[in-house]
């Protein structure tokens, strides 16, 4: 039988599903016509900001604060590779991420940017009395989408990154809410691949 906890989790869990798919969806619709109006990126984005997660564990639902860091490398307009650490604590228990995977943008408008990514890697906790083992280690995998606001050719603004994260910390799944917003160093020459 299935209790009433487990019928919230799910549904909140096919509801972030559906925004994130709805967000992955219209980056790849506007991904190619965008890419004809836009100059062409920079070759890196390197991204540094504040985090918050919000996880559940044997012990109940956490609050967790911390930083993330990103770097991608863009193949062409609409596609990056992207490597992405996170730290994350509370106290008495800390979480740190390590993903990679694509990226996916959409340059519609002339300062503002969209973009969707799917990313897997593994999960870090240290989290003795908060519900899981004092150390342990896990896959990780994510996938969600933000925007950012360019303030010149170099430096933007990322307004908001939200992404589902699951972890396998423990003897069970958790299903994570990650957000955030910070700045975006871009650098290196500009792309001179063909949009194609």
Not at 11 to 34: D, E, G, N
Not at 42 to 66: E, I, K
Not at 134 to 147: E, I, K, R
Not at 169 to 177: D, E, F, M, P, T
């Amino acid at each position: 039988m299935v209790d009433a906890k487990t019928c919230v989790r799910t549904s909140a869990v096919t509801a972030t599903a559906q925004v994130v798919a709805l967000v992955l969806v219209s980056c790849s619709l506007l991904a190619r016509p965008a890419c004809a109006q836009e100059p062409q990126p920079r070759n890196y984005a390197l991204s540094a900001g504040y985090a918050y997660m919000r996880t559940d564990s044997s012990a109940g639902a956490l609050s967790l604060h911390g930083i993330s860091f990103s770097l991608a490398r863009n193949v062409n307009n609409w596609l990056a590779v992207v490597g992405d650490l996170g730290g994350y604590h509370l106290e008495g228990f800390r979480l740190a991420t390590i993903l990679s995977g694509p990226r996916f943008t959409a340059r519609a408008r002339q300062r503002t940017s969209v973009f969707a990514q799917v990313l897997l890697g593994g999960a870090h906790a240290n989290a003795g009395g908060r519900g899981f083992p004092a150390y342990h280690d896990s896959v990780a995998w994510a996938f969600g989408g933000g925007l950012d606001y360019r303030l010149n050719g170099r430096v933007a603004l990322r307004l908001a990154q939200a992404e589902y994260l699951q972890t396998r910390l423990g003897r069970a799944v958790q299903h994570n809410l990650r957000a955030g917003a910070g700045i975006v160093l871009h650098f290196g020459a500009r792309q001179t691949l063909s949009p194609n």
